[in-house]
């Protein structure tokens, strides 16, 4: 098994091999932080898109709808989020290189060479300092660390840094005819999240769909983010997906609701069956400008320990603000008797706890999780092999099947098979190569069940499905495989 690093760079080239990512535009040399999605990958990311979806607004105790914004919102929006004038990370540029840095980035990227070279508590003792100074926008103290602990510029290997300064992360451009790009009022964005699409909209839903609180907003949707620091593939980019989920609830009930997200929410990833140790809570040292609590759900990836999921206590922040700059209402009427008075709680602005996942680095923890390399030899012979052990729900295809041979009758009645199982699940046909490669192709794309038609087949009805993970087979009568599979992938 390759050592964690190793393992990163093997999923990467993996991804790439097998059609699950390549560089955006490729053939021009890729354009930094910006990946597509191959046949393979588009298939498991809409395979997690659809999971969380349903878990959300089909499966869910609570009264969850969906809503599809646009990525386009009035630049007010921006302004009433606190985005135009919070949205800003510490940037600390390197004189020598004129490389620029996130300056937590620069700082941890340190922590965790020092955590590699066995020095722990030094790693830790950098990064609770750093928090604190973070958590207090003390500007001079992050520099000062930083020199203090001479960390190099990767480029330049030199520490001549300017002073840290602040750097706006949203993308703007420039809308039809009427506005200009100079006319820094009118600007569009390219939308940093998902959210303010739902808190725009919170009325229009509450009204059109007698929501009564608590109840939430579920969306799905492109972001995007002038990530200074971009790296580590899909972990951050500057075009990516997010998957999020604004609970509307009575003030007073957040500290409530904002515990039972944060369960939830990971209760939902281990029922993917990823496993428990891998995850763990952060809460938030430096509370963001809307917050009143928030956590990170961090994932233990092949880079370390990293957020997941955000979990925020977001008040009235984002519907307050929204009234105040649009100057319409964002008050919502509860005729529910508020027991301490008798009387309805009435007019209110509603507190909101929100989720907030990456579908790419979803994408990422399914992915590092499903990697393995398996090494399979015997006494006689050298055997290995890679397979991704994907959840079988979330597998691209989820049955292969594979005609012994390419006559005598085989591949009609694989044809057939494909034919009936085809609406129901996605799957994939092959002839070409011994039936061992075919079986490594299909463990090397994550295929739960490959389905072998052999000669027996003709005679009795029956065909072996190979289990992915134990590679086992077992003889099943053709009328059942189709059941077989279905229950194996809800
Ligand atoms: N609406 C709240 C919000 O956007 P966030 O913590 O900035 O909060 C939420 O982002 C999630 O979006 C993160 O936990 C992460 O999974 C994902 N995310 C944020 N920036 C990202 C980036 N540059 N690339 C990929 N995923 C990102």
Avoid at 42 to 69: C, F, H, P, R
Avoid at 127 to 140: G, H, N
Avoid at 145 to 173: H, P, Y
Wanted: hydrophobic share 35%; glycine share 6%; aromatic share 12%.
């Amino acid at each position: 098994m390759a050592n964690d690093t190793n393992k990163f760079q093997a999923i990467i080239s993996h991804c790439k091999e097998y059609g699950f990512i390549f560089p955006s535009s490729e053939i021009y040399d890729g354009l930094q932080a910006v990946y597509d999605y191959g046949q393979m990958g588009a298939e498991l990311k809409k395979n997690i898109k659809d999971y969380w979806w349903k878990s959300m607004t089909q499966l869910s105790d609570e009264n969850i709808v969906g809503i599809d914004a646009a990525i386009f919102m009035h630049p007010t929006t921006w302004k009433a989020s606190g985005h135009v004038d919070n949205f800003n990370d510490p940037m600390i540029d390197n004189k020598d290189s004129n490389k620029r840095y996130r300056v937590d980035h620069l700082i941890e990227g340190f922590a965790d060479t020092l955590a590699t070279d066995g020095k722990e508590k030094e790693s830790n003792e950098l990064i609770t300092s750093m928090e604190a100074l973070i958590a207090k926008d003390d500007f001079a103290g992050l520099k000062k660390l930083i020199e203090e602990n001479k960390i190099k510029c990767a480029v330049s290997g030199t520490c001549n840094w300017t002073d840290i300064r602040q750097f706006n992360l949203m993308f703007s451009t420039e809308f039809g005819s009427t506005v200009s790009a100079d006319d820094e009022d009118n600007k569009v964005y390219l939308r940093p999240e998902t959210a303010q699409g739902i808190f725009v909209n919170f009325l229009n839903v509450q009204k059109t769909g007698r929501m009564k609180i608590p109840f939430g907003i579920a969306q799905i949707g492109k972001a995007f983010r002038n990530e200074i620091v971009a790296r580590q593939f899909i972990f951050r980019m500057r075009e990516f997906e997010q998957m999020e989920m604004q609970f509307f609830i009575r003030p007073g009930t957040q500290k409530e609701w904002y515990e039972k997200w944060k369960a939830t929410r990971l209760e939902w990833h281990k029922s993917l069956g990823m496993p428990s140790q891998k995850y763990r809570y952060h809460d938030h040292v430096k509370l963001a400008h809307y917050a009143d609590a928030a956590c990170d759900i961090e994932f233990e990836f092949p880079i370390g320990f990293k957020e997941l999921e955000g979990i925020h206590s977001r008040t009235d922040f984002d519907l307050k603000q929204h009234q105040e700059y649009s100057k319409k209402k964002m008050q919502y009427f509860d005729n529910d008797v508020d027991p301490a008075t008798g009387k309805p709680f009435g007019n209110y602005i509603p507190y909101v706890i929100e989720t907030s996942i990456g579908l790419d680095r979803m994408f990422l923890a399914v992915i590092s999780q499903a990697y393995t390399e398996e090494d399979l030899s015997t006494e006689d012979k050298k055997d290995d092999r890679v397979v991704l052990k994907f959840p079988a729900k979330l597998a691209p295809i989820k049955m292969a099947v594979l005609p012994l041979t390419k006559k005598d009758g085989l591949p009609e009645i694989a044809e057939k098979i494909i034919a009936e199982c085809k609406p129901h699940f996605r799957c994939f046909y092959e002839e070409k190569d011994s039936i061992g490669k075919r079986y490594r192709r299909m463990d090397a794309l994550g295929t739960p069940f490959c389905v072998t038609v052999d000669h027996q087949s003709k005679e009795d009805n029956t065909v072996t499905i190979r289990f992915r993970d134990s590679m086992e087979q077992e003889r099943v009568p053709l009328n059942r495989l189709k059941e077989i599979i279905l229950e194996a992938i809800v």
